[in-house]
């Protein structure tokens, strides 16, 4: 995957603070025919995940033909990977959701996937309330989309936790369409959880300090995001946010193994609920990062922005905010070398290129007090 021999490195060097690291990425995906036109084999994800040493939950893209032959793919490439990966199915509402769950667990699915916005549906969807007993019943983890592009979901997954206790649902997303509300509700609901794979600082940082520790679980979205950086910014947050190293061995991998094996969850504690303090002159640098993410993702080229968060970063080398800001320089520096090679990052064209660096710098700039060093463009 991209980018991945920066990862390495600064996985290697970050990880050192948290001995005894055993991740697993509960959110990446394999597919070629989604029309978002996305792509991942199951060679790529594995790759990705070897960078940081993890294994993976993996389900299937979009398949506009259905999920029957995507399910059995997926099963046949997780048993194939001896142990690196864990097959969940995909579910469409509208084609007997509890025949296909019925028919895939039984041929190896450890959990299901939901996609609301794959499939234009919502929660209280009626073909699926057989499919929650069910899961219910047998303890199974069901991850839903709740990112951006579909209506808010929050009150719907309350209720499914409360009416189905055995379940447990894993809002992916850090579920950014209730995350303002819905962290009330975390520590009344043990079987209520949510995964990281979001690139935005400010909602997980909100998420890792509103959250119980427990009910949060490190997920990549892999091809979207890639495992590697996905950990990096996510184990940047947990630092920053003040989470213990057993905390965070839990977020990072055993909770999601205890839901897999279908154990009752592990109290890590409530919420730390701190205030993360944002430094001012850092918090330029983000407002310009951040505005230049917004160009990228609509395919523009960001120079002018970025031209002034290198401004906004020359603070003087004895100024405490000197090594985020040179983490910050080192990643734009990055993007630059790689657009000089012209290089592909694996995204669809209507990117503009290297937009995970600028997401990886915009998280630096909240993060400050975490140590690290990002590779050299060279490395």
């Known amino acids: 995957m991209f980018y991945d021999h920066v990862t390495g490195p600064w996985w290697a060097e970050l990880a050192l603070q948290v001995p005894g690291l055993d991740v697993i990425d509960v959110h990446t995906h394999i597919g070629q025919n989604d029309p978002d036109g996305f792509t991942c084999t199951t060679q790529e994800l594995r790759e990705g995940l070897d960078t940081i040493g993890a294994r993976g939950v993996v389900f299937p893209m979009q398949e506009p033909g259905g999920y029957p032959p995507a399910n059995d793919m997926v099963i046949a490439e997780a048993a194939a990977s001896g142990g690196q990966l864990t097959p969940f199915l995909r579910l469409d509402p509208e084609d007997q959701p509890l025949a296909e769950t019925e028919r895939?667990?039984?041929?190896?699915?450890?959990?299901?996937?939901?996609?609301?916005?794959?499939?234009?549906?919502?929660?209280?969807?009626?073909?699926?309330?057989?499919?929650?007993?069910?899961?219910?019943?047998?303890?199974?983890?069901?991850?839903?989309?709740?990112?951006?592009?579909?209506?808010?979901?929050?009150?719907?997954?309350?209720?499914?936790?409360?009416?189905?206790?055995?379940?447990?649902?894993?809002?992916?997303h850090a579920c950014i369409t209730d995350l303002a509300w819905i962290w009330r509700e975390a520590a009344d609901l043990p079987n209520l959880f949510f995964d990281t794979s979001w690139w935005s600082a400010s909602d997980l940082l909100a998420l890792w300090t509103m959250v119980p520790p427990g009910q949060v679980l490190y997920a990549s979205d892999a091809p979207y995001s890639t495992p590697g950086f996905a950990a990096i910014m996510n184990l940047r947050c947990a630092l920053q946010a003040g989470l213990s190293q057993e905390q965070i061995r839990l977020s990072f991998g055993g909770q999601t193994q205890r839901l897999l094996d279908r154990q009752d969850p592990i109290d890590a504690g409530p919420a730390l609920g701190t205030a993360v303090t944002v430094d001012p002159l850092l918090d330029r640098v983000h407002t310009f990062l951040v505005a230049a993410v917004g160009q990228a993702l609509s395919g523009q080229e960001p120079a002018e922005l970025l031209t002034l968060a290198r401004f906004a970063c020359n603070m003087g080398d004895d100024a405490p905010q000197a090594p985020a800001a040179a983490e910050v320089l080192g990643l734009m520096d990055m993007r630059e070398a790689f657009l000089r090679e012209d290089e592909t990052d694996g995204r669809p064209q209507r990117f503009a290129p290297g937009l995970q660096l600028l997401i990886a710098a915009a998280v630096v700039t909240r993060t400050p007090a975490v140590l690290s060093r990002v590779a050299s463009p060279g490395a």
């Open 104 to 172: 895939a667990l039984a041929a190896g699915a450890q959990g299901i996937k939901l996609h609301p916005r794959g499939e234009s549906f919502e929660l209280d969807h009626p073909a699926l309330a057989d499919v929650y007993a069910l899961a219910g019943e047998q303890r199974l983890p069901v991850l839903v989309h709740a990112g951006r592009g579909i209506p808010a979901l929050g009150h719907h997954a309350v209720d499914i936790c409360r009416s189905n206790p055995g379940l447990n649902l894993i809002l992916a």
